[in-house]
């Protein structure tokens, strides 16, 4: 880390920490200073520690530049865009109402797909400490991970990760993205999501990106995602198309009532048909 | 979502493109299952033969047809005649119809396989039908045909025997009915006759003759009675003539010599004159039961017992054996005067006789008004039975007429136009419409299914699923991803990633992860 930007973590600390009225030393999770000359983390003003990914374009065809996947995660970016010009929003955390409905795929690719605009900084946070995934998108490992800095034996810095030059070589998409995964098992997971802790995390990577992307729990089985909602500037709702009951999906939105829930995304929709429309489609273009 | 909210006409399409299995499967399964068990369904049979209706060759302003019953209601009739067990019995024995079942149920079955079909034409006459169709099921064509052929005979067999029945039927009644009428005719005549004969000179038609007869009778007695009052004024002269003479001739006693004086006129004879003088007036005015006239005539009597019994001119002197010699003058005046009452006795015979008829027929007239209301009536119920025997008797002749045309196969009858025919493959099961019935009700089945799985199906498809239960926007739809192809370009490598080492080392589960 360049001098430059441990004066400007810091004084983003001094900030969060003045807002919340808490001291940041009183915190036991994230060691946020101790070690930050040592850890080799920012290399290429980039946070993170620089690591292999194994991405699956399949599992993250964000990557694909002329999918009509990846067309449909620009458009949620613009739409986030567009949403951010009128109101703050930089922290989205990605919900649903029951699980096997596509919140760590949408959060992974619209991490992907925040990434790539711009040089845009994005930081992808796996949220769902009950079942973290986010890792196989990424190819990534999925320790030290945010289970281990809610547990306080990590700081934010060591648990934060970003492609290293082998895997920059081969997806440059991802070179402007930091990835925290999820760690190990936890007891009392939701004693954590509840802990000011998480929030300070926000507060701390909040200054150093310019999206930060929260995948979380279900939102009806667990209350975690209810937790982390309370510290993030807008939700998402995942809806499986086909899958997600309304039922279910009207108590996810009662559950998420006091966040600020901005949208839906409808996920694996067999009904539209693929555009060719341009090359956008499995049978477009580049083949 | 159905029934959940309002579908458009994309969400049907959807359902029917998600649901396309349940409505083609149960489709065709059905229709294999019904095009099956038609292979298991006994085979029907129909015959049929078309009997034609022609009209009668006569017109019928000329001979009036022999049943003028609605033929719809004549066919109804006929068929319960021959559905009826007795016609039908013979003929499911003699081809022996439905073995193994009771007598009843085998009529039951065939009454149910025999089909009677009007045909209706435009063309026909307003009220009635050209034909109809005689259609019988049975298992096998043979049967089928045979027995059609056998009904056909008893439809036109039954035709011919109600027409022949209708019209012999029709006679017997309208020679009865005339004979009857005859027999009244005759009364009524007998009556008329007997009513004409009491009633002579006085029926309404004789009034004017009557009337006649009564101006000419008047003349006649106007006429007689001035004869008689001419006759009696000359026998009143030759009477004065004659007292003239007595008075002045004198008459000696024979035996005694007395002269005796001569008689005077007596005054009697001269008052009897002048009575029926009177009366003679009278009856010419009046009729003899006029009172005056009655009076007058009594007097007259009198007046002449008194003259006979004490005549004119006799004395008491005259004694026995006396004798008077009167001259020959005196003589011829009492032959005029004998002759003169002769004349007048005929007279006023014939005056009454005259005065007779006309009471005889002032009675007549008087009377007519009350004989002609009888007579009227007399002649009113013999016009009606008349009138009667006269419609019976034209009956009679056009039935005959009829029944004349009806024997000479020239009436209207039954026509067999198209005889029974064989049929050469069944009329049922039909395969095809099995199999359309069955693919219908299979797909029919199928969209119950579908509705049912898709009103249980609450699961959002769609961004106006979002909508509608979340009030969300969606923000962007995914399209399934997984099993679709990656792009060509994009699509890694295998053999050169491996080259670089475990490089697309496929991800540790997750269990393994958490473990």
Known sequence: MNRTHQELLRAALEDSASADGMPVSTLPGPRLTADIAAAPVFAGDMPGVPCRWRASLIDLPSLQPRTAVAEQFRRLRSRLLEYRAQQPLKTILMSSAQPQEGKSFVAANLAVGLNQHRGTRVLLIDGDMRRYSLQRYLGAAFKPGLADYLAGTHAPEEIMQRADAATLEEFPGLAHLSFIPGGGMLEHVSDLSEDAHFGNLIRYVKPLFDWVVVDSSPVTLVSDAVNLARHCDGVLLVVRAGVTKYPDAQRAQAELQASNLIGAVLNAVEDRPAPSYYGYGPAGADA | ?515
């Open chain 2, 1 to 515: 979502m159905l029934g959940h909210r309002t579908l458009k006409a994309s969400d049907f399409a959807a359902i029917f493109k998600r649901r396309a299995l349940w409505l083609i499967i149960p489709a065709l399964l059905c229709a294999a299952a019904a095009l099956t068990a038609s292979f298991f369904i006994a085979p029907r049979y129909v015959s049929q033969t078309l009997v034609l209706i022609e009209q009668q060759k006569v017109s019928e302003d000329y001979v009036k047809p022999v049943i003028a019953a609605d033929l719809d209601a004549r066919l109804a009739s006929m068929k319960e005649q021959i559905l009826s067990r007795s016609r039908l019995q013979p003929i499911i024995e003699k081809f022996n119809l439905y073995p193994g079942a009771k007598m009843d149920e085998r009529v039951d079955a065939t009454r149910k396989n025999i089909d009677i079909k009007p045909i209706r034409s435009e063309i026909s006459r307003a009220n009635g039908l050209p034909g109809f169709f005689i259609l019988f099921t049975a298992g096998d064509p043979r049967t089928a045909q045979q027995v059609c052929s056998e009904i056909t005979s008893l439809f036109v067999g039954e035709d011919l025997r109600a027409r022949e029945q209708s019209a012999q039927g029709t006679t017997d009644f309208l020679e009865s009915q005339l004979a009857e009428a005859k027999s009244a005719l005759d009364t009524q005549d007998g009556k008329l006759a007997d009513f004409q004969t009491k009633y002579v000179g006085k029926l309404p038609g004789q009034q004017a003759p009557n009337m006649d007869m009564l101006t000419s009778l008047n003349t006649q007695l106007q006429t007689a009675a001035q004869q008689l009052a001419q006759m009696e004024q000359n026998r009143a002269y030759q009477q004065s003539l004659l007292s003239s003479l007595q008075s002045t001739a004198t008459t000696r006693d024979a035996t005694t010599g007395v002269l005796t004086a001569s008689a005077l006129p007596d005054e009697r004879q001269t008052q009897l004159v002048a009575l029926q003088a009177q009366e003679t007036d009278l009856a010419s005015r009046y009729t003899s039961d006029y009172p005056d006239v009655v009076s007058l005539k009594r007097q007259i009597a009198d007046l002449q017992k008194q003259i006979k019994a004490k005549p004119a001119g006799t004395t008491a002197a005259t004694g026995s054996g006396g004798k008077s010699t009167e001259s020959p003058g005196v003589l011829q005046l009492r032959a005029a005067i004998q002759a003169s009452d002769t004349g007048i006795n005929a007279k006023r015979a014939e005056l009454a006789q005259i005065q007779g008829n006309v009471r005889l027929y002032q009675e007549r007239i008087s009377s007519s008004p009350l004989v002609e209301e009888q007579y009227k009536a007399l002649t009113r119920d013999q016009d009606t039975v008349k009138k009667n025997y006269d419609d019976l008797l034209t009956k009679m002749n056009e039935s005959k007429m009829a029944t004349s045309l009806q024997r000479r196969q020239q009436g209207e009858q039954f026509s067999l136009m198209d005889a029974a025919n064989l049929p050469d493959s069944p009329s049922y099961p039909k395969r095809p419409i099995f199999g359309v019935a069955g693919a219908f009700a299979g797909l029919l089945l199928g969209l119950v299914v579908s509705a049912l799985l898709e009103y249980r199906n609450t699961a959002i498809r769609s961004e106006d699923d979002v909508f509608a239960f979340l009030q969300l926007n969606t923000l962007i739809a995914i399209e399934q991803v997984g099993d679709r192809p990656l792009m060509p370009a994009y699509k890694p490598d295998a053999a050169a990633e491996n080259k670089r080492g475990k490089r697309f080392r496929k991800p540790a589960p997750i269990a393994a992860e958490h473990s």
